[in-house]
């Protein structure tokens, strides 16, 4: 059981528009701690999305946007690409472990 | 470029000590601007945050395994090590070692690329 709630699987056809959802609580998300989002392709090591709710890494395309409101996050991606077919994982900060958690991931499939 | 490279055995027994060593290259291991952590992830499943060290020395541990897991840095080899005790089959994981920025972000901005832990007798 993640501390952070995401759906297993999301869907869209190319060029369509998706979003993740990234649930939390009173002493992660909604206390204030900054949302990141990591992008894991078949077989490879997670990388870096989105940090602190909405902002690019250099090199990442301007289809991947990030938002945070009150407990909860969302990763949006425009205009879907074959590539973008990944799993994609939510991360904050926790005050009450005092450690950093996750979303349980969620796979994005393009139809 | 940052690297990091995780390295150990790839096979551990039930009741043993798993043992993993992260070597970083491209940069120190000594700035004050980043944690460094490690991460599993178990077949199929989700990432688990196992702990974190500053290059100070100071550690913080995922609650659920604080009573089994050490990890250190070695400044002089510009590496960190992961001990985790006690390992059962629910210990089988990718294991990845990463850098974390330590501002208010605190986001694991760069990844190794993981090396798989079975544990089996």
């Known amino acids: 059981q993640s501390v952070l709630t995401q759906p297993p699987s999301v869907s869209g056809a190319p060029g369509q528009r998706v979003t993740i959802s990234c649930t939390g609580s009173?002493?992660?998300?909604?206390?204030?701690?900054?949302v990141h989002w990591y992008q894991q392709l078949p077989g490879t090591a997670p990388k870096l999305l989105i940090y602190s709710n909405n902002n690019r890494p250099s090199g990442v395309p301007d289809r991947f946007s990030g938002s945070k409101s009150g407990t909860s996050a969302s990763l949006a991606i425009t205009g879907l690409q074959a590539e973008d077919e990944a799993d994609y994982h939510c991360?904050?900060?926790?005050?009450?472990?005092?450690?950093?958690?996750f979303g349980g991931g969620t796979k994005l499939t393009v139809l | 470029q940052l690297q990091l490279q995780e390295s150990g055995p790839g096979l551990v027994k039930p009741s043993e000590t798993l043992s993993l060593t992260c070597t970083v290259s491209g940069g120190s291991i000594s700035s004050s601007s980043y944690y460094w952590g490690w991460i599993r992830q178990p077949p199929g499943k989700g990432l688990d945050w196992i702990g974190s060290v500053y290059y100070s020395g100071s550690t913080y541990y995922n609650p659920s395994l604080k009573s089994r897991v050490t990890i250190s840095v070695d400044t002089s080899k510009n590496q960190f090590s992961l001990k985790l005790s006690s390992v059962t089959a629910a210990d089988t994981a990718v294991y990845y070692c990463?850098?974390?920025?330590?501002?208010?972000?605190?986001?694991?901005?760069?990844w190794g690329q993981g090396t798989l832990v079975t544990v089996s007798s």
């Open positions: 009173t002493s992660n998300i909604g206390a204030g701690y900054d």
């Open positions: 991360q904050s900060y926790d005050s009450s472990l005092s450690g950093w958690v």
């Open positions: 990463a850098r974390v920025i330590a501002s208010a972000g605190k986001y694991f901005q760069r």
